[in-house]
């Protein structure tokens, strides 16, 4: 049996930040599976070499066994995990659709963690969306799984306010206690019946779509505010990004400039519109740094990194880069790159 919990229950996962939720439920409240289920290695880095998901690190660190498999919902793994006689099953960002098949087969049900305050926020990425969309707050959600996407009954949830600054590793971060303690207490109060679950109230249902490159991609056409809360939700991951466009070449006699630039920060300076076409650069000042047009207010570029090279201020940029009032920064390169 699972120790510390009145039942044994199987983890399923594999983000980093669900290998930190299994590290502390075995480490902190003596809660550990009697199986762990991550996906199997994939290619990563420069050289393309299988690498484990970090649950599998963190199973293996904590002597526990290990199950990676991506066919979850195969007859054979349902068998696997009937044999285990696990009772329950505890879900942390394991990126995979469970079955009904799968999701009767263990009696108390399997149970996810989800960071936002459902219904609000279903899907895949929850957390840098609630920062895009200029949410106030959001939190972490235990409910029952159902065949339906993040539909199931409630069990418990707890409020996290999002501050102007944060950043998605920012919110990620200061979600974690709160999905830990909600999970130590599911683990606990399920197998001893000590729960009531609240239907979800599908009509106020919001989504949060699978996060993918082109939602880094900043298009200056939209509001100022709305740009930096892109940045702030899309920074880390996918990466935030837009191309300098220059008609000034210091090294040619004539011709162009277009350099791909990773944004990392900006802010909204108390300017009004200039007038100008969107991704206007209206000012590019050694000291003060670059300054946008955006299709309403202005924008302040004030960390960035060129392609190839390292992450500099506005201002390194300016000097180092010649950067003139009449510039562009746009959505597109050459070609629509």
């Known amino acids: 049996m699972s120790e510390g919990s009145t039942v044994p229950w199987v983890f ?7 290998a930190s939720i299994l590290t502390d439920l075995a480490r902190r409240f003596s809660l550990r599976p009697v199986l762990v289920v991550t996906r199997p290695d994939k290619p990563a880095g420069r050289g393309w070499k299988l690498t484990p998901p970090p649950v599998a690190h963190a199973a293996r660190s904590l002597g526990l066994p290990l199950v990676q498999e991506d066919a979850v919902n195969s007859p054979d793994f349902i068998a696997r995990l009937a044999s285990t006689g696990a009772r329950m099953g505890l879900v942390v960002a394991f990126g995979r659709i469970l079955s009904e098949r799968l999701l009767e087969s263990l009696p108390l049900g399997f149970f996810n963690v989800h960071l936002s305050l459902l219904p609000e926020l279903r899907g895949a990425a929850p957390v840098p969306w609630a920062i895009a969309r200029g949410y106030s707050r959001t939190g972490v959600t235990v ?3 159902v065949r339906e996407l993040d539909a199931g009954p409630i069990l418990s949830a707890a409020e996290v306010p999002i501050r ?3 950043t998605a590793s920012d919110l990620f971060e200061r979600l974690y206690e ?9 683990l606990r109060r399920v197998p001893a019946g000590d729960f009531v679950l609240t239907p979800q109230d599908h009509s106020r249902a919001t ?3 699978r ?6 991609r900043l298009d200056p056409a939209v509001p100022a505010w709305k740009l930096e809360r892109l940045v702030r939700a899309f920074r880390d991951y996918p990466g935030t990004f837009a191309f300098w466009h220059s008609d000034f070449d210091p090294d040619r006699a004539a011709g162009s400039r277009v350099l791909r630039i990773r944004i990392l920060d900006v802010s909204l300076p108390p300017e009004p519109d200039t007038g100008h076409s969107a991704g206007y650069v209206f000012r590019a000042h050694p000291k003060e740094g670059l300054f946008v047009q955006a299709g309403l207010g202005v924008l302040r570029i004030d960390s960035l990194r060129p392609e190839g090279r390292s992450t500099m201020s506005g201002p390194e940029f300016v000097r180092g880069y010649r950067v003139r009032e009449g510039d562009f920064v746009l959505k597109y390169g050459k070609e629509g790159q």
């Open 164 to 166: 102007p600054a944060d």
């Open 207 to 209: 989504f949060a779509p």
């Open 178 to 186: 709160p999905s830990l303690e909600l999970a130590a207490d599911a």
């Open 211 to 216: 996060v993918t490159r082109e939602h880094g």
């Open 12 to 18: 399923l996962g594999s983000s980093s930040f669900a």
């Open 143 to 145: 409910f029952k799984i």
